[in-house]
Nanobody, 120 residues
Framework: QVQLVQSGGGLVQAGGSLRLSCAAS????????MGWFRQAPGKEREFVVG????????NYAPSVKGRFTISRDDAKNTLYLQMNTLKPEDTAVYYC?????????????WGQGTQVTVSS
């Protein structure tokens, strides 16, 4: 079973940038669809972006498209989320996730979450 450990995040002013990392252990993530989700206070967890196992297909939520970039380094068994031009509404706990099932359609393995706070 794969374990996901997140790093990065923190406090940044609006317009700033942050990079989140998600290091996997236990198994290689090279065959998994991977993604990032976030949950703001009082709100449900929402999808941010996903990336196919090959890295050739990405899918961004409209709210982050053009500002966030997902990438994967399978040699390092790590997933990244580069967040630019951050806004206060991006404040949330961010989670990385892996879709480890045969169909790769359900995210079933989660990182521990990391806080991102954007001040105005």
């Amino acid at each position: 079973q794969v374990q996901l450990v997140q790093s990065g995040g923190g406090l940044v002013q609006a317009g700033g940038s942050l990079r989140l990392s998600c290091a996997a252990s236990g198994r290689t993530i090279s065959s998994y669809t991977m993604g990032w989700f976030r949950q703001a206070p009082g709100k449900e967890r929402e999808f941010v972006v996903g990336i196919s196992w090959s890295g050739t297909i990405t899918n961004y939520a409209p709210s982050v498209k053009g500002r966030f970039t997902i990438s994967r380094d399978d040699a390092k068994n790590t997933l990244y989320l580069q967040m630019n031009t951050l806004k206060p509404e991006d404040t949330a706990v961010y989670y990385c996730a892996a879709a480890t099932g045969v169909l790769g359609t359900k995210y079933d393995c989660w990182g521990q979450g990391t806080q991102v706070t954007v001040s105005s």
